[in-house]
């Protein structure tokens, strides 16, 4: 995905072109739509007093692709992956027995975003905070198919997470995470991190639907 972040440059009318004389800061021509619109280059001597007016033209913002994903679930004790899916929660349900949820930030492709922004979505009937959210410090592949590129060996400097609040489609509570870089899986930089749940008192309503999305 490609956007172009227009910037501002002065028609080249206000100050004689090519820089023939010293109210003149030379110009560039470039072509919208099949018009030709000729600009400012420098407006360095127009009315002899005004400073340097320089501009960029077509600065492309490349966005990579979003591949991550998120597990509902723990690892038993032999480091295998059990899924939460079909348990039947109640609020007899020992919090030991709570299933986490995981998630893998991950891209794949160029892009020059350096400050990477996601959208978790804690599951229906269940609640976590900013302080519940840890890195996944081993085991990191298990909780993911075994599909995880990178050590995850981050310091709380390279990211930061943001409680959104239930703002869901159905009420569920969201989470933005953002890092100070890009998880990019060729570069062997994938971001796990795990979000401890508890039960929310005030809904008898549970759902296992989450996501994880790339924002920015």
Known sequence: MYMVLPRVSEVSNYAIANGTSSYGGGSYTFNV????????????????QQGSINYILNNTVELP????????????????????????????????????????????GDST?????????????????VNDFYLIDKDVGNYF????????QYSTSNYSIEDLGKVGPNGEQLFKIQ???NPG?????????????????????????????YHK
């Open 33 to 48: 739509n099949g018009q030709a619109i000729e600009v400012v280059k420098n407006s360095t001597g127009i009315n002899n």
């Open 65 to 108: 692709q979003f591949t991550g994903t998120a597990s509902f679930g723990n690892l038993n004790s032999s480091g295998a992956f059990v899924s939460g899916n079909s348990i039947n929660y109640t609020s007899n349900t020992p919090q030991s027995q709570i299933s986490a949820l995981s998630v893998r930030l991950s891209t794949v």
């Open 113 to 129: 975003v350096n400050n990477s922004q996601f959208i978790i979505m804690i599951p229906k009937g269940f609640t976590s905070s």
């Open 145 to 152: 198919g075994g599909v995880f590129n990178g050590s995850n």
């Open 179 to 181: 890092l100070d870089f």
């Open 185 to 213: 899986w060729n570069a062997a930089q994938n971001f796990g991190g795990q979000f401890k749940l508890t039960l929310d008192q005030s809904s008898r309503e549970r759902r296992t639907t989450y996501y994880c999305l």
